[in-house]
């Protein structure tokens, strides 16, 4: 596919700027695994959860690592030098967007090793409006905070989610998260600089590429 070739590209070729990130056809995000130098990672494939059909997202990097989200929330990664998230799921229904209050029971599975099935309790807490700017857009985004506590293991960590709101024509979505793999685990700081955009209609096309647009971000 031409986005993993992007990818390729991104890691042997040219420095990120925001140039290039432009001048690129594919949704893409920067990418920080804790105190790394930023990456960037190309949306390459999109599919479905088999059971909720909410739309899940896989991003490439240039060494083919990969990182799979669902409404924002990292779901499974391949690649990391430590620990890799097998999945992450809702006990009772599909993983929602990140929500301004509320708690519901998370399953961890992990590798290496048969580390499956692992429950936390997450409860969330809206931290409060903000802005994000960046050299492509700025954008309101509501700031909400997840804590996710594992009594098994005598542990938690809290993980960041912005969220763009809903609007007549866009559905909400994350444009930026701080998300642990899991306890004692790498962090990973997503910031979409070309987000991928569903429209509020489901008979309306899916916009892969689409950028937020600075002027309407700037009147909302």
């Known amino acids: 596919m031409d986005s993993i070739k992007a990818a390729k590209d991104v890691s042997n070729?040219?420095?990120?700027?925001?140039?290039y990130i432009t001048s690129l056809p594919y949704a893409?995000?920067?990418?920080?695994?804790?105190?790394?130098?930023?990456?960037?990672l190309i949306l390459s494939f999109i599919d479905q959860n088999p059971i909720s059909g909410a739309t899940r997202l896989t991003w490439i990097?240039?060494?083919?690592?990969?990182?799979?989200?669902?409404?924002?929330?990292?779901?499974?990664?391949t690649g990391f030098y430590s620990n890799n998230?097998?999945?992450?799921?809702?006990?009772?229904?599909?993983?929602?967007?990140?929500?301004?209050?509320?708690?519901?029971?998370?399953?961890?599975d992990w590798s290496?090793?048969?580390?499956?099935?692992?429950?936390a309790q997450v409860s969330s807490h809206f931290v409060g409006n903000e802005t994000i700017t960046?050299?492509?857009?700025?954008q309101a985004v509501e700031h909400i905070e997840e804590t996710a506590v594992f009594s098994s293991l005598s542990s938690q960590f809290t993980n960041h989610f912005w969220v763009v709101p809903?609007?007549?024509d866009i559905k909400a979505f994350v444009?930026?998260?701080?998300?642990?793999?899991?306890?004692?685990?790498?962090?990973?700081?997503?910031?979409?600089?070309?987000?991928?955009?569903?429209?509020?209609?489901?008979?309306?096309?899916?916009?892969?590429?689409?950028?937020?647009?600075?002027?309407?971000?700037k009147k909302s």
Request: charged share 20%.
């Open 13 to 19: 070729g040219p420095d990120i700027t925001s140039d």
């Open 28 to 40: 893409s995000t920067l990418v920080r695994i804790n105190n790394s130098k930023p990456i960037l």
């Open 61 to 77: 990097s240039g060494d083919k690592g990969s990182i799979t989200t669902e409404n924002g929330r990292i779901i499974q990664t």
């Open 85 to 108: 998230l097998d999945g992450l799921m809702d006990q009772d229904k599909s993983l929602s967007l990140p929500n301004r209050q509320g708690s519901w029971q998370a399953i961890y």
């Open 112 to 119: 290496p090793g048969y580390r499956y099935h692992f429950s």
């Open 134 to 138: 960046t050299d492509l857009w700025v």
């Open 166 to 168: 809903a609007t007549d």
């Open 175 to 217: 444009v930026k998260s701080i998300q642990y793999l899991g306890p004692n685990m790498d962090k990973v700081e997503m910031l979409m600089i070309k987000p991928f955009i569903e429209p509020i209609l489901q008979n309306e096309s899916v916009e892969q590429t689409q950028t937020i647009s600075s002027e309407k971000s």
